[in-house]
């Protein structure tokens, strides 16, 4: 280790033979094939781990040139970045190699905090990481609970929607005539002027007429 400390080896020395394997073990490397008419089509599938392989990648990049000048003195705002991508994996990735990249990448860490002089630093974040980590499994936990609960009332609206479908309620005559407002209240009040010499009739039977023109001219 060479006694001024230099980027370029905190980077190539202690960084990279560890973070390339991280990286390369999240890659999913899989791509789909397909085709479209005469047209060839390829595609990857982006897992997270492909994400978060990405992120570690840009984290590494950015200390090429954010913190090329002054690495030393912005030590724990390199370590806090990397650690907060730590915290997101650690509550939701799902690898199989989870636990022994996690392992590197927490070796990776405690080595670049030696090479950086802040070593306490990183032992004091453990409670907080932890913590972290806990507060987002708590957070997806509610959020799938709560799609779950619309995927269900969703579900359960479907089926209503179906069983009308198969069981709808009988038309009224008047929903059956779609006709306009004005025309149906016409007609109601052709109904009852109806319904009323029906009535007239039977009460006053073939005179009933001579006993409406009396009531109305006052004979």
Do not use: C
């Given at each position: 280790?060479p006694?001024?400390?230099?980027?370029?080896?905190?980077?190539?020395?202690?960084?990279?033979?560890?973070l390339?394997?991280?990286?390369v073990?999240?890659?999913?490397n899989h791509?789909?094939?397909?085709?479209?008419?005469?047209t060839?089509?390829?595609?990857?599938?982006?897992?997270?781990?492909?994400?978060?392989?990405?992120?570690?990648?840009?984290?590494?990049n950015?200390?090429?040139?954010?913190y090329?000048d002054n690495?030393?003195e912005?030590?724990?705002?390199?370590?806090?970045?990397?650690?907060?991508?730590?915290?997101?994996m650690?509550?939701?990735l799902?690898?199989d190699?989870k636990?022994?990249?996690?392992?590197?990448l927490?070796?990776?860490?405690?080595?670049?905090?030696?090479?950086?002089?802040?070593?306490?630093?990183?032992?004091?974040?453990?409670?907080?990481?932890?913590?972290?980590?806990?507060?987002?499994k708590?957070?997806?936990e509610?959020?799938?609970?709560?799609?779950?609960?619309?995927n269900?009332?969703?579900?359960?609206s479907?089926?209503?929607?179906?069983?009308?479908s198969?069981?709808?309620?009988?038309?009224?005559?008047?929903?059956?005539?779609?006709?306009?407002?004005?025309?149906?209240?016409?007609?109601?009040?052709?109904?009852?002027?109806?319904?009323?010499?029906?009535?007239a009739?039977?009460?006053?039977g073939?005179?009933?007429w001579?006993?409406?023109?009396?009531a109305?001219?006052?004979s």
């Amino acid at each position: 280790m060479p006694e001024e400390r230099e980027l370029h080896y905190l980077v190539t020395r202690i960084i990279n033979p560890t973070l390339n394997w991280v990286i390369v073990a999240l890659r999913s490397n899989h791509v789909v094939y397909g085709r479209e008419g005469y047209t060839g089509l390829k595609w990857t599938d982006h897992t997270l781990g492909d994400y978060f392989a990405s992120e570690l990648e840009d984290w590494k990049n950015a200390l090429w040139y954010k913190y090329k000048d002054n690495f030393l003195e912005k030590a724990e705002e390199i370590l806090d970045s990397l650690l907060d991508i730590m915290v997101r994996m650690d509550a939701r990735l799902q690898h199989d190699n989870k636990q022994r990249i996690m392992n590197k990448l927490w070796e990776m860490v405690g080595e670049t905090a030696e090479y950086l002089q802040v070593e306490g630093y990183v032992e004091a974040k453990r409670e907080e990481f932890a913590r972290r980590v806990e507060e987002i499994k708590k957070y997806d936990e509610k959020i799938k609970k709560k799609l779950e609960e619309l995927n269900r009332d969703n579900d359960a609206s479907e089926t209503n929607t179906l069983l009308q479908s198969r069981h709808p309620k009988p038309l009224r005559l008047i929903d059956k005539l779609d006709l306009p407002q004005v025309w149906l209240d016409a007609l109601l009040v052709l109904l009852l002027v109806s319904l009323g010499f029906v009535v007239a009739y039977l009460l006053f039977g073939k005179g009933w007429w001579d006993v409406l023109r009396a009531a109305l001219l006052g004979s």
